[in-house]
């Protein structure tokens, strides 16, 4: 759970405008690596970027309504082939 919640520091930093985080394959060497030192820089990022995590979650876009989102979930590949909605 604690490289999930790294990973959400990380991208939370990407969008909200600073390039050095943009580079999401650094993220995830630095997260989800072992072989990195301790004192590394990506190490340091991921360090900074969990400090910044705000402590209460912000919602942001438009609300979906639950039908909207049940009807998207019924892809092709899903459910929706199998209640005959799509035919593949």
């Known amino acids: 759970e604690d490289r999930v919640t790294s990973l959400f520091a990380w991208l939370s930093r990407a969008f909200a405008g600073e390039d050095s985080y943009n580079n999401l394959m650094l993220g995830m060497a630095a997260i989800f690596g072992t072989n990195l030192p301790l004192d590394s820089e ?3 990022m991921v360090e900074r970027a969990n400090k910044m995590i705000p402590l209460e979650e912000e919602c ?9 989102r ?3 979930s019924l892809g092709a590949m899903g459910a929706g082939q199998w209640l005959g ?3 593949t």
């Open 42 to 44: 990506p190490i340091q």
């Open 85 to 87: 909605q799509y035919k």
């Open 60 to 68: 942001t876009g438009a609300l979906i309504p639950r039908y909207q």
């Open 70 to 72: 049940e009807e998207a």
